[in-house]
């Protein structure tokens, strides 16, 4: 696979499964890839983690999770370690976990309800984690000990921007406000209301990756795309099927910026390109809902999930 290839319209329509993992009895609710690209961690309502070698791939190892599960499941800066929350309801605790040796290095306990979204630094060892416990904690993975809390309302969604000093708060009041990382404590610097329903949710927020845009996935059928300086509407893209509001369904950036991809409750998987703000592809190979979609990092490759695990690749690397 090549590095840093950069996606058109002839890649897209060229991508095709080149594996499929069984390995799973249940859905898989998350999934991340490594920052150096080489590795993809899956979590699973089987209670299972799986380390997969994105070079071969392959599965090369299979961890579990069996007293709490496993939920969010997130790299650190280091491929040998993940965080994850919990998914059992007897527990709300986040765990740091070496995936070399299967050991808990370290839990973080402050949460009391339910953790609804997880977001690791891209450039240090602090992380953010959000409940419906309506609190936001920033935490180091050198101490248990929280470095900061925000007070929020409803089912709050965390991220980081790519230089990881700003971080956006999606809330279930349909906001999102941004803040500086230095300053949790001084509230947001910028606000930006959004237009909603309030029966819909927000389920994930991302930046893009220059930091220019926001993404956010909702629990219902519509996925939203700002700009990140003045809030304002850029894309509403509603052209997949999301008619089941407790799945779901996670959208990304492709790494170069051109387009935004989704999984949608029919098993099909979507692309817009984000000048055009037009669906330009769509991919068809789950049985099931795909609710997570990801781009690896450095190579030519997609990640989705149901209960199986589909890594695609591309046959036309025109560019």
Known sequence: MSVGLRLNSNV???????????????EINSLDFSRDGDWLVTASDDESIHLVNCNKGTMDKELFSKKYGVNLIRFTNHNSAVIYASKNESDDSLRYLSVHDNRFIRYFSGHRDHVT?????????????????????????????SQGKVGVIGKPQVAYDPQGDVIAVASGINVVKLYDKRHLDGGPFCVFPIDLPSSVDFTHVKFSPSGKLILLSTNDNIILLLDAY??????????????????????????????????????????????????????????????????????????????????????????
């Open 12 to 26: 897209l329509k060229s991508f095709q499964m080149g594996r499929v993992l069984k390995d799973n009895s249940k």
């Open 117 to 145: 979204s997880v977001a690791m630094s891209p450039n240090d060892d602090t992380f953010l984690s959000a409940a419906l416990d309506q609190c936001i904690y920033l935490w180091d993975l050198r101490t248990n000990t």
């Open 230 to 319: 003045k809030g304002n509407r850029v894309a509403d893209l509603t052209d997949f099927v999301h008619d089941n509001s407790t799945i779901n369904i996670e959208a990304s950036f492709t790494p170069d910026e051109q387009y935004i991809v989704s999984g949608s409750e029919d098993g099909s998987i979507h692309f817009w390109d984000i000048q055009t703000k037009q669906k330009c592809n769509v991919l068809k190979g789950h049985a099931g809902p795909v609710t997570s979609v990801q781009c690896n990092p450095r190579f030519a490759m997609l990640a989705s999930a149901c209960t199986n695990l589909a890594l695609w690749v591309p046959t036309d690397r025109s560019q």
